[in-house]
Structure formats: structure tokens, C-alpha cells
């Protein structure tokens, strides 16, 4: 796993504004090289915002948006456009403004789309599965940015601490129940699903998240603190505002933004 690395800016929108050209810059090269992109979407207020900032930028179609597969690194278990769940934010701020190949939006399913809770996480287990190549070396495509919001309880996707969901190791969907955070029914990309990807940045804002960065970055278990054991294969990036860099050690962050 790498070694992350931080970078500050000022405020929450000029982060979610940074991370959306950040964004643009990582899939366009990755698409020049390769041809294609996978792309893992996150919930919460940053990442919707983030996803907003990608919609109205000028540069936005350096992205070739019909070679990109969108995923989720985690869903509420609600029916199909509840406004709770991560893929109707999205939708909303972005995805439905972009011209995507909608065989290539990979939705978690819905708690109304007749399975239970388990047997949605084995089926969007089956998508990643079906979209993996052999050079993948598993049944996960090797996602080339996976994007994560953080609570202040450092939990990421829906990998809160001290829940079952952390000591998977075999499947990489599972169901969580019993969230402490509403809804109580999630789906949820595992550990060893998320770090597969190539670059795993976690983005976050407000001093309500600085002393679980603080953890994060401190050599934490990712048992207590799950954003501990998020990382990229070749890259982990922490993309924070000012507050919610507050508790780091001096000189570990780069101020990109005065």
C-alpha cells in the first residue's frame, strides 16, 4: 500500500473545486494511455460538491465521459431516487449532465429492487467481477481513482469502526447492518476491494474531521479508525480543507491554496 500524502486547501469549496480539476487532469491522462477509466464516486457533502465543481468546469470534456465506468464505493439501502442515497446526489450533480454510456453507471441496487440487502452486495460483487480484465489479478477492476468522504468517526464508505464489515477479507461487497449512522442498512465496498485501486483519495472538510485525519495519518489501526486502511496501490491521497487539516503534524500537509 503507499504512503499518503496530504494536501491543504484554503476552504471546502476551493477543495471540492481542486479535487474536481484534479479529477479532470487524472482521468484524461488515464484515458490518452489506456483508452478507458474507472472511476469510484462517493457520497457526502464534499464529494457532491466536488462532483458539482466537475460539472461546471469549462475543462470538463478533457474527459471522454462515454470510455469512463462509474461506480460506488458505498450506497444507502434505499428505494431507487430516495434523495438519501449516494447515486441520486450524484445523478443530480453531475451524471445527468454528462453524456455517459449508462451501461457504464454501475449503480448499487436499490432496496427496492426486490433483493435483500446480502444478495444486492453479491450481485454488485458479480458487476465488478464481470468488468475486471486479467491484468486486474482479481475479481475487482483496478479503479483508477476511488474517491472517499470521512466522518469524524474516521469511518469511510460504510466501513464504520469496530463493525464486522472491517474483518472481511474474501468478498469485496458487503451488506452492513446496524450502522451507527442513518440509514441503517448499507452496501459497502470492502478493504481489499478498495485497495485494489490505483489511487485512493480521501477528501474532507471541517474541524469536526481534524482529529480523525489526525488518527488517520498517525499509524491508527484500521480497526478503530477505518480510514487507516484506505489506501491506494500506487497513490493515497488526503484532500482536506484548512479545518480539517487543523490536527496533522506541522510540515506533513502542502498548502496548495493560500
Do not use: C
Not at 479535487?19 to 489506456?34: C, E, F, K, M, S
Not at 471522454?64 to 431507487?80: I, M, T
Amino acid at each position: 500500500m503507499s504512503v499518503p500524502n496530504v494536501i491543504v486547501h484554503r476552504d471546502a469549496e476551493v477543495l471540492a473545486q481542486a479535487v474536481a480539476a484534479r479529477l479532470i487532469t487524472r482521468l484524461a491522462d488515464t484515458q490518452a494511455a489506456r483508452g478507458s477509466a474507472h472511476l469510484v464516486l462517493t457520497g457526502g457533502t464534499v464529494g457532491i460538491a466536488t462532483l458539482a465543481a466537475l460539472a461546471g468546469s469549462k475543462a470538463r470534456d478533457a474527459i471522454d465521459w462515454r470510455a469512463l465506468d462509474v461506480w460506488w464505493g458505498d450506497e444507502r439501502f434505499l428505494p431507487a431516487g430516495d434523495p438519501e442515497r449516494n447515486e441520486t446526489g450524484a445523478r443530480a450533480a453531475l451524471l445527468d449532465h454528462v453524456d455517459l454510456d449508462p451501461a457504464r453507471v454501475h449503480a448499487m441496487p436499490a432496496a427496492d429492487s426486490g433483493l435483500t440487502a446480502e444478495e444486492a452486495a453479491e450481485v454488485y460483487a458479480a458487476e465488478l467481477e464481470k468488468a475486471s480484465r486479467p491484468e486486474d489479478h482479481g475479481p475487482v477492476p483496478s479503479f483508477d481513482v476511488l474517491l472517499l468522504g470521512m466522518g469524524p468517526d474516521s469511518h469511510v464508505a460504510s466501513l464504520f469502526p469496530g463493525q464486522p464489515a472491517l474483518y472481511e477479507e474474501e468478498r469485496s461487497v458487503v451488506a452492513v447492518h446496524g450502522s451507527p449512522k442513518p440509514p441503517p442498512t448499507r452496501l459497502s465496498l470492502t478493504f481489499p476491494a478498495i485497495r485494489t485501486a490505483r489511487e485512493v483519495w480521501i477528501v474532507a472538510a471541517g474541524a469536526e474531521k481534524a482529529q480523525a485525519v489526525h488518527l488517520a495519518l498517525s499509524g491508527a489501526g484500521p480497526i478503530q479508525v477505518p480510514a487507516a486502511g484506505a489506501r491506494g496501490s500506487r497513490r493515497t491521497l488526503f484532500l482536506l480543507d484548512r479545518a480539517a487539516a487543523g490536527k496533522i503534524p506541522p510540515g506533513l500537509g502542502r498548502i496548495a491554496s493560500p
